[in-house]
């Protein structure tokens, strides 16, 4: 008897049930994340090395961004140099081993939050150079990649 | 003493921006980009994460349309960015881009850009 009173009211449960369960609806939580692209100038000055002079003076910078693909391009623009060195070429050297062309730079490719080292270099002995302080100075233009 | 001063001062200086959307429009939001009128605003976020306030020039496929006020320290603002669509019935894209001002002697300032797709929708007789 108390079997049957069990198989019964498990029925009637399940039939009760299955149109609720034959409408049910599925709940969803989306959310768009935007592309976030950023910069982070952790030092911002450095010295220039001359081929009888060089020092350890580097500018850092991190590039930060939530794109998929983890880096983002970064291109040295609107180089400008101080007048006694107007017409000398010189490089930016990443972390020892990316030249960056004064007269001729070129998009590189820098990973998410690696910090990156820089410093400024003319192939030029610095008696050379015009006495006085040499200085040059860029735009970082982070282009973060987003397909 | 002075030495090790200057290193500690200039050790906590940070200089830092950054920006979004990168892109606006375009195929994963085809509804952004289509404009009914000739101006389209664009919103962008930027972000001052220096721990200084700092002016920021804003740039449209390189021609200057204007500069933002102080940002301060850590503050997110969001700008409208009424942008002019040159063709109807054509998809065209803009970059607009946001650049540091210097303060001081900075051997950097930053720069960062949103591309956007926009598209002009105007009926043929309207042309």
Same mark, same amino acid.
């Given at each position: ?20 369960? $034959? ?7 989306? &959310? ?21 002079? &060089? ?31 107007q017409?000398?070429n ?25 910090e990156?080292?820089?410093i ?10 015009? $006495?006085?302080? $040499?200085?040059?100075? &860029? &735009? ?8 | 003493?002075?030495?090790?001063? +200057?290193?500690?001062?200039? *050790?906590?200086? +940070? ?14 939001? %085809? ?17 001052n +994460? ?11 496929? *390189?021609?200057?349309? *204007? ?6 320290? *850590? ?19 803009? %970059? ?26 105007? %009926?043929?007789?309207?042309?």
């Amino acid at each position: 008897m108390t079997n049957k009173k069990i198989l019964l009211n498990t029925i009637s449960l399940l039939m009760a049930s299955s149109p609720l369960l $034959a409408n049910s609806k599925q709940l969803n939580f989306t &959310t768009k994340i935007d592309s976030v692209c950023g910069i982070e100038i952790t030092k911002n000055t450095g010295s220039i090395d001359f081929d009888d002079k &060089t020092s350890n003076n580097q500018a850092t910078f991190k590039v930060k961004t939530n794109s998929k693909q983890g880096y983002s391009k970064v291109k040295f623009s609107n180089i400008s140099k101080s007048e006694n060195i107007q017409n000398e070429n010189g490089l930016f050297i990443i972390n020892d081993s990316t030249n960056i062309d004064w007269s001729n730079p070129q998009t590189t490719n820098i990973k998410h939050n690696e910090e990156q080292k820089i410093i400024a270099k003319i192939n030029k002995n610095s008696n050379e150079i015009i $006495a006085g302080d $040499a200085r040059v100075t &860029t &735009t970082l233009e982070i282009e973060c990649v987003d397909k | 003493m002075f030495k090790i001063l +200057l290193f500690l001062m200039t *050790g906590i200086t +940070l200089y830092a921006h950054s920006q979004t959307p990168i892109i606006y429009g375009g195929k994963e939001d %085809k509804f952004d980009s289509i404009s009914l009128t000739q101006t389209k605003i664009v919103p962008i976020s930027i972000q001052n +994460l220096n721990n200084f306030k700092q002016k920021y020039s804003i740039t449209i496929n *390189g021609e200057p349309v *204007g500069r933002t006020s102080f940002i301060l320290k *850590g503050e997110r603002r969001n700008i409208k960015i009424p942008v002019k669509i040159q063709k109807p019935n054509k998809l065209k894209t803009y %970059k607009i881009c946001t650049t540091s001002i210097p303060n001081n002697k900075e051997m950097f300032n930053t720069k960062i850009c949103t591309k956007a797709y926009l598209y002009w929708a105007k %009926k043929k007789n309207e042309i």
